[in-house]
């Protein structure tokens, strides 16, 4: 451990390893910032940051390149007697294992794996990755139980005794603070009769298209937004032209998380029908922003369990139970607004990034005392 100032307080000294650190990074965004007070870090993404790192954090990153990334975390290593090391995801665990090859193994006492994501939604390649890093790891760590449970039985014969899952949790002072302080600026038009938000990355697993599909069959008078950027971008942007113009579509790409929270203050409904996930944040965000919520029925959705009075669960591949969801809203919109405390309650009490912290900062701490 390191020590800070003139104190006799020992804090602890962490290397985080990450693909990204942008908007929507939960190692950055949940893990780093939420620590930033407690824990000395250093954080080492292969991406150049899109966001602007927080002064309480030392921050490097690869340039996209795997050999930098590679260097850099070997003269971090070389240079810094980490407590422990937390790998957000296989392939810079990779770049970690060939960096102490060979007289640096030792550092595999101190590490920490998180798997962000739904076993199911990673492509085969990562899953080798992955399951790789896992094994070297001394902790694995899932970010939901439907996480944990996804990992095949063949996987979890070899992990599964060092395997905690641990609920991703979201700040819900920060939507506090957004809603306080939000500016006068409006996102969404306001004659607009009902307002909807729909954020994740343009690609086949977030399922924006089962959306548009069925926006083509029923007619809705409101706006839609979409909050995001991928390679399906475009694809569905031509695609929303044909829907009938009752229902204005906006794409917006990535924005700032602030300015995320600020849509989801403003929108009525928050839907998702992604065909797989981890725990994901932007549903519990938006549940506390009061957003009524249709979300597919995947386990990492069914596992929040929102209040029934706040949600639609749909089969997404079904046109019927999504319309039949959107019918409900536009017959219901008026309740629907005024009766979200319970899924507001629901969000705080249960999904709290500060239970995640207390729950990660007891294994850095088992760590980091061998």
Not at 320 to 327: G, Q, S
Request: charged fraction near 25%; hydrophobic fraction near 45%; charge should be positive.
């Amino acid at each position: 451990m390191c020590l800070r100032g003139l104190t006799n307080v020992y804090i602890m000294k962490l290397l985080r390893l990450a693909i990204t650190v942008n908007s929507t990074s939960a190692p950055y965004n949940q893990f780093s910032l939420g620590f930033k007070e407690a824990i000395d870090q250093t954080l080492c993404s292969l991406l150049e940051h899109d966001v602007l790192i927080d002064k309480n954090i030392k921050a490097f990153h690869g340039d996209g390149s795997i050999l930098k990334m590679l260097k850099l975390i070997k003269g971090l290593v070389k240079k810094n007697k980490y407590d422990v090391i937390h790998i957000h995801s296989g392939l810079t665990g990779i770049i970690f294992l060939l960096a102490i090859f060979p007289f640096r193994l030792g550092l595999l006492k101190k590490t920490v794996f998180t798997l962000h994501n739904s076993w199911n939604v990673l492509k085969p390649r990562n899953q080798f990755l992955n399951f790789i890093v896992m094994l070297a790891s001394r902790k694995v760590c899932t970010c939901s139980v439907s996480s944990q449970d996804s990992i095949p039985k063949i996987i979890n014969y070899f992990v599964g005794k060092k395997t905690k899952a641990i609920v991703n949790g979201f700040d819900h002072q920060r939507i506090d603070r957004v809603k306080v302080n939000k500016k006068s600026r409006i996102h969404f038009d306001k004659d607009s009769k009902i307002k909807i938000v729909y954020i994740g990355a343009f690609n086949n697993t977030k399922n924006q298209i089962a959306l548009l599909r069925v926006l083509k069959e029923f007619k809705i008078d409101g706006e839609l937004i979409f909050l995001g950027d991928g390679f399906n971008k475009d694809f569905l942007k031509l695609f929303s032209k044909d829907i009938p113009n009752f229902l204005k579509i906006t794409f917006k790409g990535q924005v700032d998380r602030g300015v995320a929270i600020e849509h989801m203050l403003e929108a009525d409904v928050f839907i998702s029908l992604s065909k797989g996930e981890g725990m994901p944040i932007a549903v519990l965000e938006s549940m506390y922003a009061g957003c009524f919520m249709v979300l597919s029925k995947i386990p990492p959705h069914e596992e929040i369990l929102p209040p029934k009075e706040g949600c639609f669960f749909v089969e997404p591949s079904s046109k019927r139970e999504v319309i039949n969801a959107l019918d409900y809203i536009v017959n219901n919109i008026k309740i629907l607004k005024n009766h979200n405390a319970n899924s507001i309650e629901h969000a705080a009490n249960h999904f709290s990034v500060e239970a995640m912290l207390d729950k990660y900062l007891k294994i850095y701490t088992i760590l980091s005392l061998k």
